[in-house]
Every structure is written in C-alpha cells, then in structure tokens.
C-alpha cells in the first residue's frame, strides 16, 4: 500500500503506529488493500462453508439432529458476530471506499459487485434467521423429525445456496475492491 511519510504515525512521536494507516482504520492480515474488519469477516464467512457442509453431512448420513442444532446455531452465531464486526469496521473504523479507489475496477465494478452482494448478504440474513427460528420453535428437545422437516428442508437448502452465494459474491467484491 502506497503511504506518505506521515501515515500510520502516532502524533508527536516518529514511530509507526502499529497496523494503523490515517483515517483509513486497521490495516487487515492479508496482505492487501483491505482493513482488518473486511479480512476477518472474509475468512470467517469461507470458514463457514466448511461447517455448513459439515452440518448437513451430519444431518443427512449420520442423522445426529443434536449435532445438526449445535452446528446451525453456531455458524448462525458467527454470521451474527460477521455482520456486527463489519458495521463496526465500515461504519466507525475504517473508509472502505478509500481503500477501494485505487482499484482498477472502481467505482463501477466495485459498486456493481457491492449490489450484487448485498442481495444475497440480506436475503441470507433473513432466511437464516427465519430457519433457524423456525427450527427452534417447531421442533422437539432433542431435536428429532416431525412435520416441520420437509418444510424445513427445503428452507434451509435455499438458506444454505444463499449463504454459498453470499460467500462468492463477497469474495468477488473483495477481490474486485481491494486485490485487483
């Protein structure tokens, strides 16, 4: 990242303050353009589909609902704690759209690709919590199948593809912003 001689320098002192650049937040840990909240909330939401895909492995071959449970409320924990972490960052710490101009792709693919995300950011918000509510309200303790499970099958296969969704369109539109 390009810097002037004054960036990320504590006032008053000649040292660099550490991973701070000026009005631009915390410096992110991979190495490119990105803050520190966009890079743990990248990671976090690529380390989700793993789980996921260990949740419904869970469910569907070893029918172990308990497990299943734990596992959903879980990454429904971490996409909470995603979402807050990334309106803290772009909301009070860091400019993102800052560190976005020096893309080629800004503003119009950087933008464009923003939209496209968000649709399926909040569509997954949305379906999440409402399987998830759904789930813990309709089914028995311990959890077990009953006449919510195909409805609730079929919602949370479209739940799942969104956040599989949500997961590739933040990764383009962080390779668009702050890589390329």
């Not at 303050?17 to 190495?31: K, Q, V």
């Not at 799942?160 to 962080?174: I, K, N, P, R």
Request: with cysteine.
């Amino acid at each position: 990242m390009n810097r002037s001689a004054t960036d990320g320098v504590i006032a008053g002192t000649e040292a660099p303050a550490p991973f701070m650049t000026s009005a631009n937040g915390i410096d992110g840990f991979l190495g490119t353009r990105a803050s520190f909240g966009m890079d743990l909330v990248l990671v976090g939401l690529l380390a989700v589909l793993p789980v996921l895909a260990w949740s419904v492995h869970v469910v569907r071959k070893k029918r172990d609902f308990a497990t299943h449970k734990r596992l959903q409320l879980l990454i429904a924990g971490l996409l909470l704690a995603a979402i807050v972490i990334f309106e803290i960052d772009v909301r009070l710490i860091s400019d993102w759209k800052m560190r976005a101009r020096p893309s080629p792709w800004w503003p119009t693919g950087v933008l464009t690709a923003l939209g496209v995300h968000l649709v399926f950011a909040i569509s997954t918000l949305v379906l999440w919590v409402w399987v998830v509510w759904e789930a813990l309200i309709r089914f028995s303790v311990p959890p077990h199948p009953g006449t919510h499970g195909p409805r609730h099958r079929v919602m949370a296969r479209i739940a799942a593809l969104d956040l599989v969704l949500t997961a590739c369109t933040g990764s383009l539109f962080y390779w668009l912003a702050f890589v390329a």
